[in-house]
């Protein structure tokens, strides 16, 4: 894509596909999700398709570069134009993944690069004199990630608009939220929307922050404002 414009994500098209689809469009998902045995139907009755797209992902039914239940339930309601946006969207992102292998490889393979025991216990040293701990927070309940996934849907147009998520990287990273790995990869993105598309995308994904920690994020990371905003 030329310029700096933001690559169109699946979360994009997540949102866009939910957005679009009729009543009935939403409930032939559920039909097919259903019967397929793919999510249990009871979790999804009252899902929007933006959350049973999320449920999906979080099962590992829709992997980074591999959407194609995606376009199967997009055929199944005779969408083949958001069914090809899927193929596309894979393509892009198995290209992503691709880059990011080569460029591994290349660093190691570097002439300049330092053995792996010096670099493990140069990393741990970094490690133990940074405030950003490196650990990963466990998951929290199915229930409260899909209240935090439910908050992110309904605020995503004032979240994406209002946040400026390097105010927020030292608490999630504190908390266990975010890896340096992952707020290197947010910062990469060109755009302040990009940058909290991403974050918001995360967050939404792990299922490993709940409602009240967004909130305190913010309003430590002074967001405060938004806090009040939000619905």
């Not at 090809?84 to 460029?103: F, H, K, V």
């Not at 004032?158 to 999630?172: G, I, N």
């Not at 299922?207 to 619905?231: A, M, P």
């Amino acid at each position: 894509m030329a310029g700096t414009a933001e690559r169109r994500t699946r979360q994009d098209l997540y949102l866009e596909i939910s957005r679009d689809l009729t009543d009935d469009d939403v409930r032939n998902i559920r039909t097919y999700i259903g019967g397929e045995k793919v999510l249990p139907a009871g979790s999804i009755q009252h899902d929007t398709a933006h959350q049973m797209f999320n449920k999906l992902q979080r099962k590992g039914v829709l992997k980074q570069g591999e959407l194609s239940f995606l376009v199967k339930l997009m055929k199944s309601i005779d969408r083949n134009d958001y069914a090809d946006a899927a193929e596309a969207i894979a393509e892009q992102e198995r290209e992503a993944l691709g880059e990011r292998t080569s460029t591994v490889q290349q660093n190691d393979n570097s002439p300049c690069a330092l053995p792996t025991s010096v670099t493990g216990k140069q990393r741990s040293a970094k490690r133990k004199n940074s405030n950003e701990k490196p650990y990963s927070r466990p998951s929290v309940t199915q229930t409260a990630a899909e209240d935090l996934e439910d908050l992110i849907t309904r605020n995503r147009v004032l979240l994406t608009k209002r946040l400026q998520v390097s105010d927020l990287f030292p608490l999630l990273i504190q908390k266990g939220l975010l890896q340096i790995h992952e707020k290197e990869d947010i910062s990469s993105r060109t755009t302040g929307r990009g940058r909290a598309e991403t974050l918001l995308d995360l967050l939404s994904q792990q299922g490993k922050c709940t409602c009240e920690e967004f909130k305190e994020v913010l309003t430590s990371g002074n967001h405060d404002h938004i806090v009040g905003q939000l619905k």
